[in-house]
Protein backbone atom coordinates (compact mmCIF):
# COMPACT_ATOMS: atom_id res chain seq x y z
CA UNK A 1 0.00 0.00 0.00
CA UNK A 2 1.15 3.36 -1.03
CA UNK A 3 1.63 5.52 2.62
CA UNK A 4 0.15 9.09 2.75
CA UNK A 5 1.64 11.13 4.84
CA UNK A 6 -0.20 14.52 5.72
CA UNK A 7 1.33 16.72 8.01
CA UNK A 8 -2.09 18.41 8.74
CA UNK A 9 -1.82 19.74 12.35
CA UNK A 10 -5.29 20.13 14.11
CA UNK A 11 -5.93 22.41 17.11
CA UNK A 12 -8.34 22.99 19.31
CA UNK A 13 -11.04 25.64 18.69
CA UNK A 14 -12.56 27.29 22.21
CA UNK A 15 -15.63 30.01 22.45
CA UNK A 16 -13.05 33.09 22.59
CA UNK A 17 -12.07 32.69 18.92
CA UNK A 18 -15.28 34.43 18.16
CA UNK A 19 -17.54 31.68 16.68
CA UNK A 20 -20.01 30.97 19.50
CA UNK A 21 -23.12 29.75 18.27
CA UNK A 22 -26.19 31.62 19.18
CA UNK A 23 -27.71 28.57 20.75
CA UNK A 24 -24.84 29.05 23.76
CA UNK A 25 -26.32 29.47 27.41
CA UNK A 26 -24.44 28.68 30.72
CA UNK A 27 -25.35 25.90 32.27
CA UNK A 28 -24.78 27.11 36.07
CA UNK A 29 -28.80 28.72 35.37
CA UNK A 30 -30.17 25.05 34.33
CA UNK A 31 -28.31 22.58 36.84
CA UNK A 32 -30.56 20.02 38.88
CA UNK A 33 -31.16 20.00 42.19
CA UNK A 34 -28.27 18.09 44.24
CA UNK A 35 -29.49 14.97 45.67
CA UNK A 36 -31.53 11.58 44.96
CA UNK A 37 -34.65 11.41 43.21
CA UNK A 38 -36.78 8.88 45.22
CA UNK A 39 -40.30 8.80 45.31
CA UNK A 40 -40.74 11.97 43.36
CA UNK A 41 -38.42 14.27 44.92
CA UNK A 42 -35.15 15.25 45.55
CA UNK A 43 -34.06 14.02 48.82
CA UNK A 44 -30.19 14.37 50.30
CA UNK A 45 -28.36 10.91 50.95
CA UNK A 46 -27.33 8.97 53.69
CA UNK A 47 -23.59 10.17 53.16
CA UNK A 48 -22.50 13.50 53.03
CA UNK A 49 -19.74 12.24 50.23
CA UNK A 50 -20.16 14.22 47.11
CA UNK A 51 -18.79 13.10 43.74
CA UNK A 52 -17.69 16.53 41.78
CA UNK A 53 -18.67 16.59 38.17
CA UNK A 54 -16.06 18.15 35.53
CA UNK A 55 -16.65 19.71 31.96
CA UNK A 56 -13.65 17.94 29.68
CA UNK A 57 -13.81 20.59 27.73
CA UNK A 58 -12.55 23.37 30.33
CA UNK A 59 -11.32 20.83 33.29
CA UNK A 60 -13.27 22.37 35.75
CA UNK A 61 -15.80 20.96 38.38
CA UNK A 62 -19.44 22.03 37.44
CA UNK A 63 -21.95 20.83 39.72
CA UNK A 64 -21.35 18.30 42.56
CA UNK A 65 -23.87 15.14 43.30
CA UNK A 66 -24.59 12.71 46.11
CA UNK A 67 -22.36 9.95 46.22
CA UNK A 68 -24.89 7.18 47.11
CA UNK A 69 -24.95 4.80 49.71
CA UNK A 70 -26.35 0.68 49.12
CA UNK A 71 -28.76 2.29 51.82
CA UNK A 72 -29.97 4.93 49.62
CA UNK A 73 -30.92 2.31 46.66
CA UNK A 74 -32.48 0.52 49.13
CA UNK A 75 -34.79 3.58 50.03
CA UNK A 76 -35.20 4.26 46.51
CA UNK A 77 -36.20 0.23 46.14
CA UNK A 78 -39.10 0.25 48.43
CA UNK A 79 -40.20 3.62 46.87
CA UNK A 80 -40.18 1.38 43.63
CA UNK A 81 -41.89 -1.75 45.01
CA UNK A 82 -44.53 0.27 46.23
CA UNK A 83 -45.06 2.82 43.19
CA UNK A 84 -45.35 -0.45 40.49
CA UNK A 85 -47.77 -2.14 42.18
CA UNK A 86 -50.02 0.72 40.94
CA UNK A 87 -48.20 1.69 37.97
CA UNK A 88 -48.33 -2.08 36.42
CA UNK A 89 -51.84 -2.19 36.79
CA UNK A 90 -52.31 0.66 34.72
CA UNK A 91 -53.53 0.13 31.13
CA UNK A 92 -51.36 0.55 27.69
CA UNK A 93 -52.91 3.70 26.98
CA UNK A 94 -52.74 5.14 30.38
CA UNK A 95 -49.08 4.37 30.64
CA UNK A 96 -48.79 5.72 26.90
CA UNK A 97 -50.05 8.97 27.73
CA UNK A 98 -46.97 9.04 30.37
CA UNK A 99 -44.52 8.69 28.10
CA UNK A 100 -45.85 10.84 25.99
CA UNK A 101 -45.99 13.77 28.23
CA UNK A 102 -42.55 12.81 29.55
CA UNK A 103 -41.20 13.38 25.39
CA UNK A 104 -43.53 16.54 25.61
CA UNK A 105 -41.63 17.74 28.54
CA UNK A 106 -38.10 17.11 26.82
CA UNK A 107 -39.12 18.08 23.57
CA UNK A 108 -40.21 21.80 25.73
CA UNK A 109 -36.56 22.00 27.21
CA UNK A 110 -34.74 20.89 24.37
CA UNK A 111 -32.43 23.67 25.18
CA UNK A 112 -31.59 23.21 28.33
CA UNK A 113 -31.16 19.41 27.89
CA UNK A 114 -28.63 20.16 24.58
CA UNK A 115 -26.79 22.91 26.84
CA UNK A 116 -26.32 20.40 29.65
CA UNK A 117 -25.19 17.64 28.01
CA UNK A 118 -22.66 18.99 25.71
CA UNK A 119 -21.24 21.17 29.17
CA UNK A 120 -21.24 17.91 30.70
CA UNK A 121 -19.63 15.34 28.23
CA UNK A 122 -18.02 18.31 25.93
CA UNK A 123 -19.65 17.05 22.53
CA UNK A 124 -20.30 19.11 19.69
CA UNK A 125 -24.00 20.84 19.85
CA UNK A 126 -24.76 19.01 16.91
CA UNK A 127 -24.27 15.46 18.70
CA UNK A 128 -26.10 17.25 21.78
CA UNK A 129 -29.28 17.84 19.49
CA UNK A 130 -29.18 14.76 17.79
CA UNK A 131 -29.40 12.71 20.96
CA UNK A 132 -31.57 14.99 22.19
CA UNK A 133 -34.00 14.29 19.10
CA UNK A 134 -33.59 10.68 19.51
CA UNK A 135 -34.30 11.06 22.80
CA UNK A 136 -38.03 12.27 22.13
CA UNK A 137 -38.58 9.65 19.61
CA UNK A 138 -37.82 6.70 21.64
CA UNK A 139 -40.52 8.05 24.13
CA UNK A 140 -42.99 8.23 21.11
CA UNK A 141 -41.88 5.18 19.49
CA UNK A 142 -42.53 3.33 23.12
CA UNK A 143 -45.61 4.93 24.14
CA UNK A 144 -46.88 3.80 20.64
CA UNK A 145 -45.93 0.55 20.19
CA UNK A 146 -46.71 -0.13 24.27
CA UNK A 147 -50.41 0.06 22.92
CA UNK A 148 -49.66 -2.46 20.09
CA UNK A 149 -48.37 -4.97 22.02
CA UNK A 150 -50.01 -8.94 22.00
CA UNK A 151 -49.28 -12.47 23.47
CA UNK A 152 -49.61 -15.07 21.58
CA UNK A 153 -52.96 -16.17 21.04
CA UNK A 154 -54.85 -18.42 23.52
CA UNK A 155 -56.43 -21.39 23.07
CA UNK A 156 -57.25 -25.20 23.78
CA UNK A 157 -54.09 -27.15 23.69
CA UNK A 158 -55.46 -29.78 26.33
CA UNK A 159 -58.66 -31.32 26.45
CA UNK A 160 -60.96 -29.60 28.76
CA UNK A 161 -59.29 -26.55 29.41
CA UNK A 162 -58.25 -23.10 27.59
CA UNK A 163 -54.97 -21.10 27.83
CA UNK A 164 -54.94 -18.09 28.22
CA UNK A 165 -51.38 -15.88 27.96
CA UNK A 166 -50.58 -13.24 30.14
CA UNK A 167 -48.01 -10.67 29.35
CA UNK A 168 -46.42 -8.94 32.94
CA UNK A 169 -44.28 -6.41 34.21
CA UNK A 170 -41.15 -7.95 36.03
CA UNK A 171 -41.42 -5.24 38.69
CA UNK A 172 -38.77 -3.05 39.90
CA UNK A 173 -35.93 -2.94 37.32
CA UNK A 174 -32.27 -1.20 38.33
CA UNK A 175 -30.76 0.75 35.38
CA UNK A 176 -26.77 1.60 35.26
CA UNK A 177 -25.85 3.99 32.34
CA UNK A 178 -22.86 5.08 30.44
CA UNK A 179 -20.93 8.23 30.23
CA UNK A 180 -21.37 8.28 26.19
CA UNK A 181 -24.73 9.11 25.10
CA UNK A 182 -25.96 9.96 29.56
CA UNK A 183 -29.68 11.39 28.69
CA UNK A 184 -30.14 8.71 25.65
CA UNK A 185 -28.95 5.73 26.97
CA UNK A 186 -31.45 6.29 30.15
CA UNK A 187 -33.84 7.20 27.61
CA UNK A 188 -33.73 3.78 25.68
CA UNK A 189 -34.40 1.96 28.85
CA UNK A 190 -37.23 3.68 30.44
CA UNK A 191 -39.05 4.61 27.88
CA UNK A 192 -39.84 0.76 27.14
CA UNK A 193 -39.26 -0.34 31.04
CA UNK A 194 -41.75 2.07 32.18
CA UNK A 195 -43.86 1.09 28.68
CA UNK A 196 -43.75 -2.29 30.13
CA UNK A 197 -45.24 -1.24 33.64
CA UNK A 198 -42.33 -1.40 35.59
CA UNK A 199 -41.07 1.01 37.80
CA UNK A 200 -37.15 2.23 37.85
CA UNK A 201 -34.21 2.48 39.84
CA UNK A 202 -31.40 4.39 37.83
CA UNK A 203 -27.96 5.02 38.26
CA UNK A 204 -26.31 7.43 35.73
CA UNK A 205 -23.14 7.55 35.30
CA UNK A 206 -20.99 9.15 38.13
CA UNK A 207 -19.32 11.27 35.56
CA UNK A 208 -22.45 12.52 33.59
CA UNK A 209 -25.57 12.34 35.99
CA UNK A 210 -26.44 15.92 35.12
CA UNK A 211 -28.91 15.16 32.25
CA UNK A 212 -30.35 12.70 34.04
CA UNK A 213 -31.31 14.13 37.34
CA UNK A 214 -32.33 17.12 34.80
CA UNK A 215 -35.08 14.33 33.84
CA UNK A 216 -36.02 13.69 37.17
CA UNK A 217 -36.78 17.81 38.14
CA UNK A 218 -38.50 18.42 35.01
CA UNK A 219 -41.12 15.44 35.01
CA UNK A 220 -41.47 15.34 39.20
CA UNK A 221 -45.07 15.63 40.13
CA UNK A 222 -46.18 14.93 36.67
CA UNK A 223 -45.79 11.58 36.56
CA UNK A 224 -46.79 9.09 39.10
CA UNK A 225 -44.39 9.38 42.21
CA UNK A 226 -41.84 6.53 42.42
CA UNK A 227 -41.83 4.93 39.40
CA UNK A 228 -38.59 6.67 38.56
CA UNK A 229 -35.99 6.67 40.77
CA UNK A 230 -32.76 8.23 40.53
CA UNK A 231 -29.51 7.28 42.69
CA UNK A 232 -26.21 8.83 41.63
CA UNK A 233 -23.06 7.38 42.51
CA UNK A 234 -20.26 5.09 41.86
CA UNK A 235 -21.10 1.68 40.52
CA UNK A 236 -19.50 -0.11 42.73
CA UNK A 237 -21.65 0.47 45.78
CA UNK A 238 -24.71 1.65 43.69
CA UNK A 239 -24.50 -0.70 40.81
CA UNK A 240 -23.40 -3.09 43.41
CA UNK A 241 -26.10 -2.71 45.28
CA UNK A 242 -28.66 -2.37 42.72
CA UNK A 243 -27.36 -5.84 41.59
CA UNK A 244 -27.89 -7.77 44.34
CA UNK A 245 -31.17 -6.59 46.37
CA UNK A 246 -33.69 -8.74 46.78
CA UNK A 247 -36.46 -6.68 45.01
CA UNK A 248 -34.47 -5.87 42.31
CA UNK A 249 -36.03 -8.23 39.36
CA UNK A 250 -34.16 -7.39 36.32
CA UNK A 251 -30.72 -5.12 36.33
CA UNK A 252 -30.13 -3.20 32.97
CA UNK A 253 -26.48 -1.68 32.19
CA UNK A 254 -24.84 -0.44 29.30
CA UNK A 255 -21.60 -0.23 29.85
CA UNK A 256 -18.17 -1.97 29.31
CA UNK A 257 -17.96 -5.67 29.67
CA UNK A 258 -15.69 -5.67 33.18
CA UNK A 259 -18.90 -3.78 34.31
CA UNK A 260 -21.02 -6.29 32.53
CA UNK A 261 -19.47 -9.10 34.24
CA UNK A 262 -19.64 -8.12 37.39
CA UNK A 263 -23.24 -7.09 36.95
CA UNK A 264 -24.16 -10.73 36.03
CA UNK A 265 -22.09 -12.11 38.67
CA UNK A 266 -23.77 -10.45 41.61
CA UNK A 267 -26.99 -10.80 39.94
CA UNK A 268 -26.47 -14.51 39.60
CA UNK A 269 -26.16 -15.18 43.51
CA UNK A 270 -30.48 -13.94 43.55
CA UNK A 271 -31.06 -15.15 39.89
CA UNK A 272 -31.75 -11.97 38.87
CA UNK A 273 -32.48 -11.30 35.08
CA UNK A 274 -29.86 -9.22 33.43
CA UNK A 275 -29.70 -7.73 30.43
CA UNK A 276 -26.37 -6.11 29.17
CA UNK A 277 -25.74 -3.43 26.19
CA UNK A 278 -21.23 -3.80 26.52
CA UNK A 279 -18.42 -2.57 24.18
CA UNK A 280 -18.53 -2.78 20.68
CA UNK A 281 -15.39 -2.74 18.38
CA UNK A 282 -17.35 -2.65 14.72
CA UNK A 283 -15.23 -3.83 11.42
CA UNK A 284 -16.03 -1.72 8.50
CA UNK A 285 -15.84 -4.09 5.38
CA UNK A 286 -14.27 -2.27 2.40
CA UNK A 287 -14.64 -4.83 -1.12
CA UNK A 288 -13.55 -3.91 -3.81
CA UNK A 289 -16.41 -3.04 -5.98
CA UNK A 290 -17.21 -0.39 -3.12
CA UNK A 291 -18.16 3.30 -3.63
CA UNK A 292 -14.92 4.05 -2.08
CA UNK A 293 -15.47 7.82 -1.57
CA UNK A 294 -18.92 6.99 0.05
CA UNK A 295 -17.19 4.09 2.22
CA UNK A 296 -14.46 6.93 3.10
CA UNK A 297 -17.57 9.52 3.90
CA UNK A 298 -19.27 7.07 6.00
CA UNK A 299 -16.13 6.27 8.27
CA UNK A 300 -15.81 10.18 8.40
CA UNK A 301 -18.83 10.73 9.50
CA UNK A 302 -19.56 7.75 11.96
CA UNK A 303 -15.95 6.70 12.73
CA UNK A 304 -15.38 9.84 14.62
CA UNK A 305 -19.10 10.96 15.67
CA UNK A 306 -19.33 11.64 19.33
CA UNK A 307 -15.35 11.56 19.05
CA UNK A 308 -15.34 7.66 18.54
CA UNK A 309 -16.86 7.24 22.12
CA UNK A 310 -19.49 5.23 20.44
CA UNK A 311 -19.68 1.47 20.84
CA UNK A 312 -21.02 1.10 17.45
CA UNK A 313 -18.04 3.61 15.96
CA UNK A 314 -16.97 2.64 12.72
CA UNK A 315 -13.02 2.14 14.04
CA UNK A 316 -11.95 -1.07 12.78
CA UNK A 317 -11.48 -0.89 8.73
CA UNK A 318 -10.92 -3.48 6.68
CA UNK A 319 -10.45 -3.32 3.09
CA UNK A 320 -9.39 -5.26 -0.15
CA UNK A 321 -6.08 -4.69 -0.73
CA UNK A 322 -6.36 -3.83 -4.43
CA UNK A 323 -8.35 -0.63 -3.30
CA UNK A 324 -6.67 -0.10 0.55
CA UNK A 325 -4.27 2.94 -1.16
CA UNK A 326 -7.35 4.71 -2.62
CA UNK A 327 -9.47 4.40 0.31
CA UNK A 328 -7.21 5.86 2.70
CA UNK A 329 -6.70 8.57 0.61
CA UNK A 330 -10.25 9.32 0.79
CA UNK A 331 -10.47 8.92 4.27
CA UNK A 332 -7.41 10.91 5.29
CA UNK A 333 -8.73 13.70 2.98
CA UNK A 334 -12.43 13.62 4.77
CA UNK A 335 -10.77 13.19 8.46
CA UNK A 336 -9.01 16.20 7.33
CA UNK A 337 -11.78 18.35 7.03
CA UNK A 338 -12.77 17.60 10.75
CA UNK A 339 -12.99 20.16 13.23
CA UNK A 340 -12.08 19.91 16.77
CA UNK A 341 -13.01 22.35 19.30
CA UNK A 342 -15.63 23.13 22.42
CA UNK A 343 -18.73 22.75 22.07
CA UNK A 344 -19.87 26.55 21.71
CA UNK A 345 -17.07 27.48 19.71
CA UNK A 346 -19.03 27.29 16.17
CA UNK A 347 -21.79 24.85 15.03
CA UNK A 348 -18.93 23.20 12.78
CA UNK A 349 -17.38 21.25 15.52
CA UNK A 350 -17.27 17.91 15.19
CA UNK A 351 -15.05 16.31 17.35
CA UNK A 352 -14.89 17.34 21.37
CA UNK A 353 -12.75 15.65 23.88
CA UNK A 354 -12.44 12.82 25.81
CA UNK A 355 -14.78 12.35 28.74
CA UNK A 356 -12.27 12.50 31.22
CA UNK A 357 -8.30 12.23 32.26
CA UNK A 358 -8.26 8.80 32.88
CA UNK A 359 -10.13 7.98 29.78
CA UNK A 360 -8.00 10.47 27.80
CA UNK A 361 -4.59 8.97 28.87
CA UNK A 362 -5.84 5.57 27.71
CA UNK A 363 -6.33 6.89 24.29
CA UNK A 364 -3.15 8.72 24.53
CA UNK A 365 -1.61 4.90 25.63
CA UNK A 366 -3.26 3.18 22.75
CA UNK A 367 -1.65 5.60 20.39
CA UNK A 368 1.52 5.74 21.98
CA UNK A 369 2.04 1.97 21.69
CA UNK A 370 0.57 2.03 18.31
CA UNK A 371 3.69 4.05 17.06
CA UNK A 372 6.15 2.58 19.16
CA UNK A 373 5.00 -1.06 17.61
CA UNK A 374 5.83 1.03 14.07
CA UNK A 375 2.34 1.60 12.95
CA UNK A 376 1.36 4.00 10.07
CA UNK A 377 -0.52 7.78 11.29
CA UNK A 378 -1.82 8.36 8.14
CA UNK A 379 -2.96 11.61 9.78
CA UNK A 380 -3.28 12.63 13.75
CA UNK A 381 -2.11 10.32 16.34
CA UNK A 382 -1.30 12.78 18.64
CA UNK A 383 -3.11 14.47 22.28
CA UNK A 384 -4.13 18.45 21.58
CA UNK A 385 -2.99 20.91 23.78
CA UNK A 386 -5.07 21.83 26.80
CA UNK A 387 -7.40 22.61 28.70
CA UNK A 388 -9.40 19.84 27.79
CA UNK A 389 -9.19 16.03 27.10
CA UNK A 390 -8.42 16.67 23.25
CA UNK A 391 -6.71 14.24 20.89
CA UNK A 392 -6.33 14.43 17.45
CA UNK A 393 -8.72 12.98 14.41
CA UNK A 394 -6.47 9.89 13.98
CA UNK A 395 -6.18 7.65 10.69
CA UNK A 396 -4.09 4.39 11.32
CA UNK A 397 -3.02 2.57 7.90
CA UNK A 398 -1.53 -0.56 7.33
CA UNK A 399 -2.38 -2.33 10.40
CA UNK A 400 -1.33 -5.86 10.67
CA UNK A 401 -3.89 -8.40 11.72
CA UNK A 402 -4.13 -9.29 15.88
CA UNK A 403 -2.60 -5.92 16.01
CA UNK A 404 -3.81 -4.34 19.85
CA UNK A 405 -5.20 -1.52 18.05
CA UNK A 406 -7.55 -3.40 15.93
CA UNK A 407 -8.55 -5.66 18.50
CA UNK A 408 -9.48 -3.49 21.60
CA UNK A 409 -12.04 -0.69 22.27
CA UNK A 410 -9.91 2.08 21.96
CA UNK A 411 -13.35 4.54 22.05
CA UNK A 412 -11.67 7.69 20.98
CA UNK A 413 -10.90 9.47 17.39
CA UNK A 414 -9.45 6.45 15.89
CA UNK A 415 -10.09 4.44 13.23
CA UNK A 416 -7.47 1.74 12.09
CA UNK A 417 -7.14 0.07 8.26
CA UNK A 418 -6.42 -3.27 7.97
CA UNK A 419 -6.23 -5.41 4.45
CA UNK A 420 -7.67 -8.37 3.28
CA UNK A 421 -6.74 -10.41 -0.12
CA UNK A 422 -10.24 -12.39 -0.27
CA UNK A 423 -14.17 -12.15 0.65
CA UNK A 424 -13.04 -15.39 3.38
CA UNK A 425 -10.47 -13.73 4.66
CA UNK A 426 -12.67 -10.65 5.30
CA UNK A 427 -15.65 -12.45 6.93
CA UNK A 428 -12.89 -15.04 8.96
CA UNK A 429 -11.11 -11.68 10.27
CA UNK A 430 -13.70 -9.50 11.09
CA UNK A 431 -15.13 -12.21 12.74
CA UNK A 432 -12.11 -12.91 15.13
CA UNK A 433 -12.92 -10.05 17.97
CA UNK A 434 -14.43 -11.07 21.39
CA UNK A 435 -17.38 -8.20 20.31
CA UNK A 436 -20.32 -9.09 17.91
CA UNK A 437 -22.30 -5.40 18.09
CA UNK A 438 -22.43 -3.91 14.95
CA UNK A 439 -20.70 -4.21 11.42
CA UNK A 440 -20.53 -3.03 8.04
CA UNK A 441 -19.99 -3.96 4.32
CA UNK A 442 -19.78 -1.48 1.63
CA UNK A 443 -20.36 -3.53 -2.04
CA UNK A 444 -22.40 -2.94 -4.94
CA UNK A 445 -22.58 -6.37 -5.62
CA UNK A 446 -26.00 -7.51 -4.82
CA UNK A 447 -24.89 -11.06 -3.80
CA UNK A 448 -22.01 -10.08 -1.30
CA UNK A 449 -24.54 -7.63 0.11
CA UNK A 450 -26.71 -10.45 1.01
CA UNK A 451 -24.52 -13.50 1.84
CA UNK A 452 -21.61 -11.51 4.08
CA UNK A 453 -23.93 -10.02 6.65
CA UNK A 454 -25.36 -13.32 7.25
CA UNK A 455 -22.20 -14.62 8.01
CA UNK A 456 -21.43 -11.85 10.75
CA UNK A 457 -21.66 -12.46 14.05
CA UNK A 458 -22.67 -9.13 14.81
CA UNK A 459 -26.15 -7.81 16.40
CA UNK A 460 -26.74 -5.03 13.39
CA UNK A 461 -25.07 -5.40 10.04
CA UNK A 462 -25.37 -2.51 7.80
CA UNK A 463 -24.83 -2.11 4.13
CA UNK A 464 -23.41 0.36 2.58
CA UNK A 465 -24.34 2.56 5.62
CA UNK A 466 -23.07 2.49 9.25
CA UNK A 467 -24.64 3.54 12.77
CA UNK A 468 -28.04 4.16 10.96
CA UNK A 469 -30.39 3.76 13.62
CA UNK A 470 -34.25 3.66 14.15
CA UNK A 471 -36.64 3.21 17.20
CA UNK A 472 -38.44 0.67 15.43
CA UNK A 473 -35.26 -2.24 15.06
CA UNK A 474 -33.71 -3.84 17.46
CA UNK A 475 -30.24 -2.43 18.98
CA UNK A 476 -27.82 -5.16 21.36
CA UNK A 477 -24.86 -7.45 20.48
CA UNK A 478 -23.74 -10.93 20.43
CA UNK A 479 -20.45 -12.50 21.94
CA UNK A 480 -18.91 -9.81 24.22
CA UNK A 481 -20.90 -7.10 23.38
CA UNK A 482 -23.47 -8.91 25.90
CA UNK A 483 -27.66 -9.96 25.70
CA UNK A 484 -30.51 -8.15 25.45
CA UNK A 485 -31.78 -5.88 22.87
CA UNK A 486 -32.71 -2.22 23.27
CA UNK A 487 -35.45 -0.35 21.21
CA UNK A 488 -38.26 -1.84 19.17
CA UNK A 489 -40.79 -4.71 20.12
CA UNK A 490 -37.71 -6.52 21.52
CA UNK A 491 -36.78 -4.01 24.13
CA UNK A 492 -40.67 -4.54 25.64
CA UNK A 493 -40.42 -8.24 25.75
CA UNK A 494 -36.87 -8.06 27.42
CA UNK A 495 -38.65 -5.87 30.26
CA UNK A 496 -41.90 -8.28 29.95
CA UNK A 497 -42.33 -11.59 31.85
CA UNK A 498 -45.05 -14.15 30.46
CA UNK A 499 -47.63 -16.04 32.30
CA UNK A 500 -49.67 -19.20 31.13
CA UNK A 501 -53.11 -19.22 33.08
CA UNK A 502 -54.85 -22.86 32.01
CA UNK A 503 -58.75 -22.82 33.08
CA UNK A 504 -59.96 -26.26 33.58
CA UNK A 505 -63.67 -26.01 32.03
CA UNK A 506 -65.44 -29.02 33.88
CA UNK A 507 -64.36 -27.19 37.33
P1 LIG B 1 -18.51 1.63 32.54
O1 LIG B 1 -18.71 0.18 32.48
O2 LIG B 1 -17.27 2.16 33.16
O3 LIG B 1 -19.70 2.32 33.35
C1 LIG B 1 -21.05 2.10 32.96
C2 LIG B 1 -21.90 2.15 34.19
O4 LIG B 1 -21.63 0.99 34.97
C3 LIG B 1 -21.60 3.35 35.09
O5 LIG B 1 -22.80 3.87 35.59
C4 LIG B 1 -20.76 2.74 36.18
O6 LIG B 1 -20.82 3.44 37.40
C5 LIG B 1 -21.37 1.36 36.31
N1 LIG B 1 -20.52 0.36 36.94
C6 LIG B 1 -19.18 0.25 36.89
N2 LIG B 1 -18.78 -0.82 37.62
C7 LIG B 1 -19.88 -1.40 38.12
C8 LIG B 1 -20.12 -2.53 38.95
N3 LIG B 1 -19.12 -3.27 39.41
N4 LIG B 1 -21.39 -2.85 39.26
C9 LIG B 1 -22.42 -2.11 38.77
N5 LIG B 1 -22.26 -1.02 38.02
C10 LIG B 1 -21.01 -0.66 37.67
O7 LIG B 1 -18.73 2.16 31.08
P2 LIG B 1 -18.57 3.65 30.58
O8 LIG B 1 -17.10 3.90 30.57
O9 LIG B 1 -19.48 4.56 31.32
O10 LIG B 1 -19.16 3.56 29.10
C11 LIG B 1 -18.39 3.14 28.04
C12 LIG B 1 -18.67 1.69 27.74
O11 LIG B 1 -20.06 1.53 27.48
C13 LIG B 1 -17.97 1.24 26.49
O12 LIG B 1 -17.42 -0.05 26.64
C14 LIG B 1 -19.09 1.22 25.45
O13 LIG B 1 -18.85 0.39 24.37
C15 LIG B 1 -20.25 0.82 26.26
N6 LIG B 1 -21.50 1.24 25.61
C16 LIG B 1 -22.27 0.28 25.00
C17 LIG B 1 -23.46 0.63 24.35
C18 LIG B 1 -24.31 -0.40 23.68
O14 LIG B 1 -25.40 -0.07 23.24
N7 LIG B 1 -23.88 -1.64 23.57
C19 LIG B 1 -23.86 1.97 24.33
C20 LIG B 1 -23.05 2.92 24.96
C21 LIG B 1 -21.88 2.54 25.61
Not at 385 to 410: K, L, Q
Amino acid sequence: MTLIDTQQQFTVRRPSEGKSSPADRSPSSLLPPAGHFIGGSFVPGSSSDVIDVIDPTTEQVIASVQAGTAADVDVAVEAAVTAQKAWGATTPKERSEVLNLIANIIEANRDAFETIESANTGKPRTVAEDDVASTIDTFRFMAGASRALTSMAGGDYATGHTSVILREPVGVVGVITPWNYPLLMAAWKIAPILAAGNSIVLKPSEQTPLSTLKLAELVAGRIPDGILNVVTGQGRTVGQRLSEHPDVALVALTGSVVSGQAVAATAAKSVKRVHLELGGKAPVVVFPDADLRAAAAGVRNTGYWNAGQDCGAACRVLVHESVAAEFTEHLVREVGTLVVGAPEAGADVEIGPMISRPHYERVKESLAEAAAAGLHMAIGGSALEGPGYFIEPTVISDVPAGAHIATHEIFGPVVTVETFASTEEAITRANESPYGLSASVWTRDSSLSLSVPKQLDFGTVWVNAHLVLACEVPWGGFKGSGYGRDLSLYALDDYSRTKHVMINHGA
